[in-house]
């Protein structure tokens, strides 16, 4: 099939990674996924949840918004509490980031990260992750200019990309008109050393195949190779 945007099936949209987007924030960063962007940002406050008090360790956690007009049709801001679908997102986001990072040492501290998507056409949660793993590690890099400790505790990178099934045929990266019509929708979020730290897949007709689901992993693995690779350019470290 010929895509909209004439990629290839295993090509990823134009990724930009802007560091320290923000003024205030600790770590910041604004992601551009093709027209998906994604401003990432994360502080640090000296607590912890009422659960996590007297442990000695710290939290990480995720808040996820979307802007009215970030699609083609404006949505509803939410002001009371989460839908469905942001507070999935924002447990995704968390747990991706807990996952490479060792909490102890962080103190009774908690880094916030705020993802907020200020135009959208698709793979927002996966770009999200990506973005915001880049605002965590300059949070802590600043901390650790300040001594909160000595090494980065940070195992390895993580991102996240979209994989499915359109017209009979494994794309990666899909924008929100692949996204909407696709038979078989994927996120995947893993780790440099390619590790998986979640795996979301969903038929949306017929059931697919141990062989299908095999390559859908594979093209996401180079697509996430290939997105932290961007990480580190973006951080000085490549």
């Known amino acids: 099939m010929s895509r909209s945007d004439g990629r290839q099936n295993d090509e990823l949209r134009p990724i930009k990674i802007t560091r320290s987007y923000l003024k205030y924030a600790e770590g910041s960063c604004l992601i551009e996924l093709g027209d998906t962007r994604v401003i990432c940002a994360a502080s640090v406050e000296e607590r912890v949840p009422h659960w996590l008090k007297g442990q000695m360790t710290g939290w ?32 995704l986001v968390g747990r991706a980031l807990r996952s490479v990072v060792a909490l102890e040492a962080l103190g009774e501290r908690t880094i916030f990260t705020d993802c907020d998507v200020i135009q959208a056409d698709g793979g927002t949660r996966t770009a999200s992750i990506t973005g915001a793993y880049v605002a965590l590690v300059d949070c802590l890099r600043w901390m650790q200019e300040r001594n909160y400790f000595r090494s980065l505790p940070i195992a390895e990178s993580i991102a996240a990309v979209s994989v499915g099934v359109v017209q009979g045929e494994d794309l990666l990266d899909l924008t929100y008109q692949e996204d909407s019509t696709a038979a078989i929708d994927m996120n995947l979020v893993m780790t440099a050393s390619g590790k998986m730290v979640e795996v979301q897949g969903t038929a949306e007709g017929r059931p697919f195949d141990r062989e299908r689901l095999n390559r859908l992993l594979d093209l996401g693995s180079n697509g996430i190779s290939q997105l932290i690779e961007a990480q580190m350019r973006a951080l000085g470290d490549l």
Do not use: C, D, F, K
């Open 60 to 91: 990480i956690t995720a808040e996820y918004a979307m802007l009215p007009r970030a699609a083609e049709r404006r949505t509803m801001r939410e002001v009371n509490r989460p839908s469905g679908r942001t507070a999935e997102i924002q447990r």
